[in-house]
DNA sequence: ATCTTTGTTCAGAAAAAACTTTACGTACTT
DNA sequence: AAGTACGTAAAGTTTTTTCTGAACAAAGAT
């Protein structure tokens, strides 16, 4: 009978962690990584390599990665447990932060990358205008394609200060955490 | 001599294309895609499939399904052209307008299964609890799944009235399009 | 100091994804 | 109506990614 409710409690934590790990695939985390994800979530303990191994059924190799990619997105934590050897991860449960610090994480680091390689390129046509020997058509498509750039440099701008804005939590004003009651 | 400067121009223009092309790749765009993508981009005029096909030395399928891809993403719009059976595709130059959609599209999505599945559960994990049976260690591990369950979905209503900000552009208010000047 | 325990690196196997070729359906042309 | 041009679906191949098991290095225990 206490059976019956275990397998109750397992099939509704189940059902929301295969759920929630396959969504986090159409992010870029792996399904097993999901799925190692919310089995933490669901779990009252830190947990150990072995224990997750021993969870998913799958290489302690894979929880290592695992649990490293997770620690980079900073959804885990681990923590310190005194008497034991073995390392323990937690999920980190502010989620808000967690998708904050995912999204600057690599959002910034992509429109970084971009705006480099826009403004080095933006400069050497600059300078390719410069020259007088350049053909009407050329000169034209040279131009077309600085104006490509800036806009995409604008846009880049404002996603700068949007991600500002969530770092600092600012957005936290124009969308409250908690509903405004009516 | 006219060639040195059209090189030039290649050379600019592929930096920041391969640059897009490879970040795109963090959030779920294949590398390929994302080089159709940004070869659209320095296009002066709207592209067939086999002009993006020769383009890109690539076969005619895949362009079919990159393209698919980018319209689904609302990337490149299919565009009339009178005279000619083929479609012909251009990018979508306002990029605020493609990163809100992109955003809305998956995270949207994605946030409404976790939702549902998490209502789901909720449900029949409350239900479980109405037992009078319940071992005073397994509605522990109930309640606990419950909190779990609530946090999150907390998350989820906060993330669905973020992306309702962006989607009635409310964030350029917050956030402006021009930076404002000091 | 030697022997365990623990996490990670590396090489190879298994699985998944991307790409191409062939084939087909639809719509336009003649 | 027959032929041609076009986009896409399906099947097959190649490339990439994910996962595992063995070997290794660091830290602790005996």
Redesign the pocket.
């Known amino acids: 009978m206490e059976d019956k409710h275990e397998e109750k409690l397992n099939k509704a934590q189940e059902r929301v962690i295969e759920t929630l790990a396959k969504n986090m695939e159409l992010y870029g985390i792996?399904?097993?990584?999901g799925l190692l994800y919310g089995t933490m979530l669901f779990q009252d303990k830190a947990m150990?390599?072995?224990e997750m191994g021993e969870a998913l059924?799958?290489?302690?190799?894979?929880m290592?990665?695992?649990?490293?990619t997770l620690m980079d997105l900073q959804m885990v934590d681990k923590i310190w447990k005194k008497g034991?050897?073995?390392?323990h991860y937690e999920v980190n449960l502010d989620w808000h932060q967690t998708f904050i610090d995912f999204f600057s994480l690599k959002w910034r680091a992509a429109s970084e990358q971009n705006v480099h390689a826009m403004k080095k390129s933006r400069l050497e046509l600059q300078s390719l205008l410069q020259n007088e020997e350049l053909s009407e058509d050329l000169k034209a498509r040279v131009e077309r394609s600085i104006t490509r750039i800036d806009n995409a440099l604008a846009y880049y701008d404002w996603l700068s200060r949007f991600i500002d804005t969530m770092e600092s939590h600012e957005i936290f004003e124009l969308v409250p955490k908690d509903p405004v009651k009516k």
Not at 30 to 33: F, L, N
Not at 57 to 62: C, D
Not at 84 to 87: A, F, I, L, S, V
């Open positions: 792996t399904m097993s990584t150990t390599l072995d059924g799958m290489s302690k190799t894979s290592s990665t695992g649990v490293r034991t050897r073995k390392d």
